[in-house]
Structure formats: structure tokens, C-alpha cells
């Protein structure tokens, strides 16, 4: 049997992070109560964001353009790259302000359980980032999970080939389990600031 259109509507609403049979359902009679105030702006800006919004060639970032505002961006450092697990952690720093650097979003973290590796990762893009730029310093603002962590040694172990190249990631202030996207702006600032050199 055919599934109904609300159905169908729930179910896709239900696929989205964070977001169970229930609130689908809660979302979906939201919009379709007043299907013209609430679901036709919706189903534009998807349709906008679809044709507009794509995926930056160098640094993963998601943007209008290609490469994106902050790679085309010749006030932001150079010399120094930010790697991150996803496009959210970027946009927190970026929210914040205090970093003026470039970014590499890597596209998660090392997860055996969920079948990524480091092929599933833009790995191989960064050190291709390294080896053609003049690159001082990677910063790896990543996840203190166990899968964050396992990524930073081997992002760093991959990295080791680069000798005039200093690596380092946050330090105190993020918590053990803690991901990023999730910390408060003191926070960040302070692990970002007090980063330190991984050995």
C-alpha cells in the first residue's frame, strides 16, 4: 500500500538529527495547519538553498560560492589551518571571532563502529593543503571523545613528514566527552587560546 503524503512528510521531518517519530509529527502539523505562512517559505528556502548553496573545493566549508568566504578571504592568516569534525564547529568559531586563520573541515571523526576511516575523511585533502601552501601551523579544534582524539594522533602522525610545521590542538577548557559545537564561547576561547603543541 501506497504511504500517505502526511506519512511521508513525518517520516522524512523523523530522519533529521535529533528529531523522533513524535516531534516529526509535531512539525509536520505545524505546517501543514497553515500550509501557506508556514510551509510554502519552507519549501522555498529549501528549494533556494538546494540550487544556491554548495560545497567549498578547498576547506569543505558550505557557502554560496566556491572557494568560500573565508578562503577567498585575504585578511584571514594563511599560514595557519583549523581543522574541524564538521561545518558546525566552523560556523561557532567563525560566530565567535577571535580566530582569523583558515579552516579544513575534515567530515566527522575516525568511528570503526560506524565505518569510517580515514578514506571516508578529507584527510588526504589536507595534507595536499600543506604540502602546496605555506602552512605553519594545524590547529585541531577537534571533538575530546574517543574518536576526536584518535583522529588528532593520527591526523598528527600523518603530519609528522612536515618538519617546519608546528601541530597543535585545544587545551584546557574542553571537556572529556565534550564536543564542540556544543561548548559555550568562554570555553572555546580558552582551549583555543591556551592550544599547545602535540609531542
Known amino acids: 500500500m ?3 503524503p502526511i506519512d511521508k512528510l513525518i517520516n522524512d521531518i523523523s530522519k533529521l538529527p535529533g528529531l523522533g517519530r513524535r516531534s516529526a509529527q509535531r512539525i509536520a502539523l505545524f505546517l501543514l495547519k497553515n500550509k501557506d505562512k508556514n510551509l510554502s ?3 522555498e528556502s529549501l528549494n533556494l538553498s538546494y540550487d544556491k548553496i554548495i560545497e567549498c573545493h578547498n576547506c569543505g566549508n558550505i557557502d554560496m560560492q566556491n572557494p568560500c568566504n573565508v578562503c577567498s578571504n585575504n585578511l584571514r592568516d594563511r599560514k595557519t589551518i583549523c581543522v574541524v569534525e564538521d561545518v558546525s564547529d566552523l560556523w ?3 560566530k565567535i571571532g577571535f580566530y582569523r586563520g583558515l579552516y579544513h573541515v575534515l567530515g566527522g571523526s575516525l568511528s570503526a563502529i560506524h565505518g569510517i576511516g580515514t578514506d571516508e575523511l578529507r584527510l588526504n585533502n ?3 593543503r600543506v ?3 605555506d602552512v605553519n601551523e594545524i590547529i585541531l579544534a577537534l571533538s575530546t571523545t574517543m574518536e576526536g582524539q ?3 594522533f593520527v591526523i598528527s602522525d600523518k603530519l609528522e613528514q612536515f618538519k617546519d610545521l608546528t601541530v597543535t590542538r585545544l587545551a584546557q577548557g574542553v571537556p572529556m566527552g565534550g ?3 556544543y561548548l559555550d564561547e ?3 576561547s580558552t582551549a583555543f587560546q591556551a592550544r599547545k603543541k602535540i609531542t
Open 2 to 4: 501506497e504511504q500517505s
Open 41 to 43: 517559505p519552507l519549501i
Open 186 to 188: 568562554n570555553t572555546l
Open 150 to 152: 584518535t583522529t588528532s
Open 131 to 133: 604540502e602546496k601552501n
Open 179 to 181: 564536543e564542540v559545537h
Open 126 to 128: 589536507l595534507i595536499k
Open 92 to 94: 561557532t568559531f567563525e
